[in-house]
């Protein structure tokens, strides 16, 4: 039974920082392609930053050298630090896993089979 569970959301200041936490169990995490969406109040889910089983990164052009995807394949944890944060990264924040390495070819691809609960993001 596979579970992602986000962790880290809350309120900040805009040009603050937080670093979002997504711990995984049952499946073969490093293995897996993983990802940040986000979905803000009335706009449609949106991928943020995605990381590959061999560690390469892509990330959505909004959040290009402010936000930084990881991952720790020793913890099953992938992270998200988001730096200089604005109002319009408010969002609930959700980490997604999917074993095919099609899901990590590029921020617009979606169809992940494994979803967390989400994390609120609020920037003031």
């Known amino acids: 039974h596979v579970q992602l569970v986000e962790s880290g959301g809350g309120t900040v200041q805009s040009g603050g920082s937080l670093r979002l936490s997504c711990a995984a169990s049952?499946?073969?995490?490093?293995?897996?392609?993983l990802a940040w969406f986000r979905q803000a109040t009335g706009k449609e889910r949106e991928g943020v930053a995605r990381?590959?089983?061999?560690?390469?990164?892509i990330y959505a052009d909004s959040v290009k050298g402010r936000f930084t995807i990881s991952k720790d394949n020793a913890k099953n944890t992938l992270y998200l630090q988001m730096n200089s944060l604005k109002p319009e990264d408010a969002a609930m924040y959700y980490c997604?896993?999917?074993?095919?390495?099609?899901?990590?070819?590029?921020?617009?691809?979606?169809?992940?089979?494994?979803w967390g609960q989400g994390t609120q993001v609020t920037v003031s």
């Open positions: 049952g499946y073969e995490y490093s293995t897996y392609c």
């Open positions: 997604a896993a999917d074993p095919s390495p099609f899901r990590c070819s590029s921020t617009y691809v979606d169809g992940f089979r494994y």
């Open positions: 990381i590959s089983s061999g560690g390469i990164t």
